[in-house]
């Protein structure tokens, strides 16, 4: 299919959003834990690192385009046809510099730059000069040019974009502020139509970098490839943007960030080297009782599995005793499946109907399957109100909760929720997108003072300052029943050993998935189920010691 585009100046204004936040912790080090910034804040360190490293803006367009050239030569063979889309501003420029690097590896590349109001941005216009002079002096041993340049001023003859073909997405980067219309969204939508593989550069065109509530999402490249330049921007984490963003990696092109008030972000990407110094050891003389002693309020009848799942990822996670309150219908099978545990009979047969003293015990965890009658409803709520021990409450706990929204302020304040999003709309009410739950999310943490874990790819965890720590653990193979009852019981095993919540929550889903991602590495996603989260624990606290790399 071929066709002709008319482009025209006005539908290519961009502006740069504003979004400044403060924020402290007195548990991590943000300048070692990967930030995630905004579209404003990005510009804010790149003016900083020109004036400070110092260097200048072409020079370090060119580090970040060579940064994503060689990522491109690493992956794709040289015989691959290469089709260059570049915009007009500073995104444009990274392209044409890629395109000039993958000329000069012998790659096949056609370029085409949009020009269209005859305003390109000073290192465009530069790297626009350095590929014209590549192009007079690139030609192969048959005398032909490895590149073919055009640039469009008015109309717009798309090339032939087929399966093999390699697209370099540069038409607009970070500082794009509204919606993609007229002539880039007809070439937007023309490459999204195509077999062709799409490589974006920083982020896809049309998608902005943190909120797209008011975006025209058929409007955004859809690229199977994002190489993002030194953060990951927040848009990534969204679920409803993972077929625009498609598979990303942070290149990391050495922008120095100055650490001060407008670099600061409540958002965070929590790695690996967040956790290895804050893993505790024991103490030679340790003993059961000092390491450690939880209660686990979980299972009814029918629901036994889920206090089992629960109970025996608490004792893999290194905690000293764990006391099981449940019913006495769930007693020979935890007796069997759990030896380890000590069992507390409910006085109801069936399901949890009884708050009781919790002074024996150093953190509770509640929820796994104990389901919402009224009894236990009843029970729940007295029992969190009465409680002075660290908590983690979950599953049917949250369901309860999402059924009595006056109950959420009786909550103990610092406890830990771990919602999947069905439970988490119960708290928060239905919202319109990812961008605007995580936004409800972080008020109510705020507001009642609180952790909520949002359970899924990048489990968010949202802290009462206000603060968001992403997880870079995890794979689809987890969406799998009793996973969120593991999680439960590796969180309630590290607050028992006296880890402040925000380490017990962020350090619980990154070494939950890391399990899990051990599992799939060893055996596949199809195959995992939630007890070999638990198998594979070990091997997933070894390798943060350790600092082993699984992958």
Same mark, same amino acid.
């Given at each position: 299919m071929r066709c002709c585009f008319r482009l025209f100046p006005s539908f290519f204004q961009c502006a740069f959003t504003t979004f400044v936040h403060q924020s402290n912790s007195l548990l991590f080090n943000h300048s070692c834990t990967m930030k995630i910034l905004s579209a404003a804040q990005l510009k804010v360190i790149d003016d900083y690192t020109i004036a400070h490293e110092p260097v200048t803006s072409i020079d370090l367009m060119e580090r970040a385009s060579r940064a994503v050239a060689n990522k491109i030569c690493s992956r794709w063979a040289v015989d691959t046809p290469v089709k260059v889309f570049a915009g007009p501003g500073?995104?444009?420029?990274?392209?044409?510099?890629?395109?000039?690097?993958?000329c000069e590896a012998k790659y096949q590349v056609t370029v085409y730059l949009f020009n269209i109001s005859d305003s390109l941005s000073p290192d465009c216009e530069v790297n626009k000069q350095r590929l014209m002079t590549c192009q007079m002096g690139g030609a192969n041993a048959l005398g032909q040019s490895s590149?073919?340049?055009t640039e469009v001023t008015s109309e717009f003859q798309p090339p032939v974009l087929e399966e093999g073909d390699l697209v *370099?997405?540069?038409?607009?980067?970070?500082g794009l502020s509204r919606p993609l219309n007229g002539g880039f969204a007809s070439v937007v939508k023309y490459i999204n139509a195509s077999p062709a593989t799409v490589v974006s550069i920083d982020v896809p065109s049309g998608l902005m970098c943190e909120d797209n509530t008011y975006n025209v999402m058929r409007h955004i490249v859809k690229a199977n490839v994002t190489y993002t330049i030194q953060n990951p921007k927040l848009a990534f984490f969204f679920p409803e943007n993972e077929c625009y963003v498609g598979e990303w990696e942070v290149l990391d092109i050495? *922008?120095?960030?100055?650490?001060?008030?407008?670099t600061q972000t409540p958002y965070f990407l929590s790695e690996k080297t967040d956790f290895q110094t804050l893993l505790k050891k024991r103490s030679r003389f340790a003993h059961k009782s000092v390491v450690g002693k939880a209660l686990l309020i979980a299972g009814k009848k029918g629901m036994a599995g889920a206090a089992v799942l629960s109970a025996k990822a608490c004792l893999r996670s290194g905690v000293g005793k764990l006391t099981v309150r449940t019913p006495e219908c769930n007693v020979q099978v935890l007796q069997t499946a759990v030896p380890e545990a000590v069992l507390d009979i409910d006085v109801d047969s069936n399901c949890f109907s009884q708050s009781f003293d919790t002074d024996a015990y150093d953190a509770m965890g509640i929820g796994p399957g104990i389901g919402t009658s009224p009894y236990t409803a009843q029970a729940f709520i007295e029992q969190v109100s009465m409680s002075k021990c660290p908590a983690v409450i979950d599953a049917d706990a949250l369901n309860i909760c999402g059924s009595?929204?006056?109950?959420?302020?009786?909550?103990?304040?610092?406890c830990i929720l771990t919602p999947h999003k069905k439970e988490l709309f119960g708290l928060i009410g239905m919202t319109h997108n990812s961008y605007e739950e995580l936004e409800h999310t972080r008020d109510l943490a705020m507001r009642q003072q609180i952790y909520i874990v949002i359970k899924g790819a990048y489990?968010?965890?949202?802290?009462?300052?206000?603060?968001?720590y992403f997880n870079s653990t995890g794979n689809p193979g987890m969406a799998t029943a009793g996973s969120g009852d593991v999680l439960t019981g590796i969180i309630l095993a590290f607050l028992a050993q006296s880890y402040p919540p925000e380490v017990a929550a962020r350090m619980g889903v990154y070494i939950h998935g890391l399990a899990g991602d051990i599992v799939a590495e060893e055996l596949c996603q199809e195959s995992l189920i939630a007890s070999d989260l638990i198998e594979y624990l070990p091997r997933a606290f070894r390798a943060v010691r350790d600092g082993q790399i699984v992958k």
């Amino acid at each position: 299919m071929r066709c002709c585009f008319r482009l025209f100046p006005s539908f290519f204004q961009c502006a740069f959003t504003t979004f400044v936040h403060q924020s402290n912790s007195l548990l991590f080090n943000h300048s070692c834990t990967m930030k995630i910034l905004s579209a404003a804040q990005l510009k804010v360190i790149d003016d900083y690192t020109i004036a400070h490293e110092p260097v200048t803006s072409i020079d370090l367009m060119e580090r970040a385009s060579r940064a994503v050239a060689n990522k491109i030569c690493s992956r794709w063979a040289v015989d691959t046809p290469v089709k260059v889309f570049a915009g007009p501003g500073n995104n444009g420029g990274d392209a044409l510099a890629i395109a000039r690097m993958l000329c000069e590896a012998k790659y096949q590349v056609t370029v085409y730059l949009f020009n269209i109001s005859d305003s390109l941005s000073p290192d465009c216009e530069v790297n626009k000069q350095r590929l014209m002079t590549c192009q007079m002096g690139g030609a192969n041993a048959l005398g032909q040019s490895s590149l073919t340049f055009t640039e469009v001023t008015s109309e717009f003859q798309p090339p032939v974009l087929e399966e093999g073909d390699l697209v *370099i997405d540069g038409l607009f980067g970070t500082g794009l502020s509204r919606p993609l219309n007229g002539g880039f969204a007809s070439v937007v939508k023309y490459i999204n139509a195509s077999p062709a593989t799409v490589v974006s550069i920083d982020v896809p065109s049309g998608l902005m970098c943190e909120d797209n509530t008011y975006n025209v999402m058929r409007h955004i490249v859809k690229a199977n490839v994002t190489y993002t330049i030194q953060n990951p921007k927040l848009a990534f984490f969204f679920p409803e943007n993972e077929c625009y963003v498609g598979e990303w990696e942070v290149l990391d092109i050495g *922008i120095i960030d100055p650490c001060n008030e407008e670099t600061q972000t409540p958002y965070f990407l929590s790695e690996k080297t967040d956790f290895q110094t804050l893993l505790k050891k024991r103490s030679r003389f340790a003993h059961k009782s000092v390491v450690g002693k939880a209660l686990l309020i979980a299972g009814k009848k029918g629901m036994a599995g889920a206090a089992v799942l629960s109970a025996k990822a608490c004792l893999r996670s290194g905690v000293g005793k764990l006391t099981v309150r449940t019913p006495e219908c769930n007693v020979q099978v935890l007796q069997t499946a759990v030896p380890e545990a000590v069992l507390d009979i409910d006085v109801d047969s069936n399901c949890f109907s009884q708050s009781f003293d919790t002074d024996a015990y150093d953190a509770m965890g509640i929820g796994p399957g104990i389901g919402t009658s009224p009894y236990t409803a009843q029970a729940f709520i007295e029992q969190v109100s009465m409680s002075k021990c660290p908590a983690v409450i979950d599953a049917d706990a949250l369901n309860i909760c999402g059924s009595h929204r006056g109950w959420i302020s009786q909550l103990p304040k610092h406890c830990i929720l771990t919602p999947h999003k069905k439970e988490l709309f119960g708290l928060i009410g239905m919202t319109h997108n990812s961008y605007e739950e995580l936004e409800h999310t972080r008020d109510l943490a705020m507001r009642q003072q609180i952790y909520i874990v949002i359970k899924g790819a990048y489990s968010a965890v949202c802290t009462p300052d206000g603060n968001v720590y992403f997880n870079s653990t995890g794979n689809p193979g987890m969406a799998t029943a009793g996973s969120g009852d593991v999680l439960t019981g590796i969180i309630l095993a590290f607050l028992a050993q006296s880890y402040p919540p925000e380490v017990a929550a962020r350090m619980g889903v990154y070494i939950h998935g890391l399990a899990g991602d051990i599992v799939a590495e060893e055996l596949c996603q199809e195959s995992l189920i939630a007890s070999d989260l638990i198998e594979y624990l070990p091997r997933a606290f070894r390798a943060v010691r350790d600092g082993q790399i699984v992958k």
